[in-house]
């Protein structure tokens, strides 16, 4: 694949517009702040490929499929994260025009996302078919300080253009909710309205498992004065929001900051959600952009501060290790142990923004390495909440005696995977979380969790192994047979060496801190 992207050390750079690798660099541009994230899809509607998506961390939708070759251990229902109401939408009007960059001549294109600070930018010079030229320039934040905000500043210059500009910021639950099912519908809109100044939208998934309440209020200027503006209000079936504006001339300026505020169930009682977003969204606006983009980047200078990797004479991979760390961050804050990371972070709904054994495998080694371990010990109490229900996946297969199987995708505990060969063989996960809490044990130098908590975890999986495995007579040894390696590719194998030594690992370790805790 060409390389289109710059290589900078702190910054992701596309310079010049790249329609047909639209989706990627929405993919790349994503932003986040562990609570709430979204791809990097141009605020403004865009009439070609593209894919609008947006997710609110720890609230999932109820998928229920069964599947055809459906055994014994499959759940009824699989728990996915499904795409939340775009809050982060701007229209841009002119007297008989509205941009879009499918249509529209792009003259120059820059877009820049500063993983230092947390901001990604946007650059365009545009030519409208009726030939008028304006200038877009864009500030996206989702805000690391106070993670229920997300801050935009959105700016049009006009070149060649005298008449009116219109911006209108909305936010829009007419969305298609599932890639693969667009005719499913998720979200019930439970009321959407106008508290004075701000403008909200209260949302519910359809089987009632969870609500997210948005509210959002603006701020406009023109050539970097606050102005004056009669909004129209904008009332629709799935939207809501207002249209403002103002007249320019060639060399004007019309700026729109729009304060939105994000509310889910998770964190609030549903009866207070809309009040809860409205008050937040009027607090940001009177606080205004430069003191909240003051905070935003001190949280992420404060993350860098103890998480930076620093490789000298290759900008190339040190771009690439700080963006990896950067979306580890945008993906999970570790202050929330029912949350965790999904395989794509905020990028997608592939995975369906569930867990996997990935989590202990390669990001709990980073969190115990570089940030306070309580992001870590979240993480491990994470499983550990969970542990009834991985009992529960093991005795629907037959095991007993609180022997327990943990998940290989899940979001609540149950195993929400349908393929046998991953689902009830690809089994050594289960010792990965022993060799986490192991690892949090010995790189912390306090057995406080591992006797709290981590122990019972352990005892469990060991009594897994100890009913999972078989004596051979042939060989008068234990086996372990009809796995799937960690490769994936080889099913039904017998005696997978990292199946097997990660078990004797496990049931050592489980041994071992029994003699500790015990003394």
């Not at 499913?184 to 997210?212: H, M, P």
């Not at 003191?291 to 404060?302: G, P, R, T, V």
């Not at 949350?339 to 592939?350: A, D, M, R, S, V």
């Not at 046998?420 to 289960?430: C, L, Q």
Request: charged fraction near 25%; aromatic fraction near 12%; glycine fraction near 6%.
């Amino acid at each position: 694949m060409k390389k289109y992207l710059k290589t900078d050390e702190w910054n992701i750079i596309e310079e010049g517009f790249h329609p047909d690798r639209q989706r990627m660099s929405e993919s790349i541009f994503s932003l986040g702040n562990g609570r709430f994230g979204q791809r990097g899809y141009f605020e403004e509607p865009y009439g070609s490929d593209s894919y609008r998506a947006s997710f609110v961390a720890g609230v999932t939708f109820l998928d229920k499929t069964r599947v055809e070759w459906w055994k014994n251990g499959f759940p009824h229902y699989y728990t996915r994260i499904p795409k939340a109401a775009d809050w982060s939408r701007i229209n841009l009007r002119l007297i008989n025009e509205e941009l879009d960059a499918a249509v529209w001549d792009v003259d120059s294109f820059t877009r820049r996302l500063d993983m230092k600070e947390g901001i990604s930018y946007r650059d365009m010079e545009v030519t409208s078919p009726q030939g008028n030229k304006l200038r877009i320039h864009v500030e996206h934040i989702a805000n690391m300080a106070r993670p229920e905000l997300s801050l935009i500043k959105y700016s049009v210059s006009s070149v060649n253009y005298a008449g009116r500009i219109s911006l209108v910021p909305i936010l829009d639950a007419g969305i298609m909710d599932d890639a693969d099912h667009p005719d499913i519908k998720i979200w019930n809109i439970l009321r959407s309205g106008f508290a004075g100044d701000c403008a909200y939208l209260w949302t519910q998934t359809r089987r009632e498992d969870a609500q997210v309440c948005y509210a959002m209020t603006y701020r406009l200027f023109k050539n970097g004065k606050e102005a004056v503006a009669i909004p129209i209000r904008i009332e629709k079936e799935k939207q809501t929001g207002f249209s403002v504006g103002a007249d320019v001339k060639p060399g004007d300026r019309v700026t729109l900051i729009k304060y939105t505020a994000i509310s889910s169930s998770l964190y609030n009682e549903r009866s207070e959600l809309v009040d809860t977003s409205v008050t937040q969204a009027r607090k940001a606006g009177q606080m205004g952009w430069d003191a909240l983009l003051d905070e935003h980047k001190q949280a992420w200078q404060s993350i860098w501060d103890e998480t930076d990797v620093s490789i000298e004479g290759d900008p190339e991979v040190q771009q690439g290790i700080r963006y990896n760390i950067f979306q580890l961050h945008q993906t999970y804050r570790g202050d929330d142990p029912r949350l965790n990371i999904g395989p794509k972070g905020f990028t997608g709904e592939k995975y369906g923004g569930n867990t996997y054994w990935n989590t202990e495998l390669c990001c709990v080694p980073f969190f115990l390495l570089s940030t306070p371990k309580e992001i870590t010990k979240n993480l491990l109490i994470y499983r550990y909440n969970h542990l009834s229900k991985a009992i529960d996946n093991a005795r629907k297969l037959g095991f007993k005696d609180g022997a327990a199987l943990f998940p290989q995708v899940t979001n609540n505990g149950e195993e929400c995977h349908s393929e046998w060969e991953i689902t009830f063989e690809e089994i050594h996960r289960n010792n990965i979380i022993v060799y986490a809490i192991a690892q949090h044990a010995m790189l912390t130098g306090s057995m406080d969790y591992i006797a709290c908590y981590g122990l019972e975890v352990m005892i469990a999986v060991s009594r897994f192994w100890s009913q999972r495995v078989s004596f051979s007579q042939p060989k008068q040894k234990y086996v372990i047979l009809g796995v799937t390696g960690p490769d994936e590719y080889e099913n039904n194998v017998d005696n997978n060496w990292y199946t097997n030594y990660s078990c004797i690992q496990c049931l050592r370790m489980t041994l071992r801190f029994l003699e500790i805790i015990e003394r």
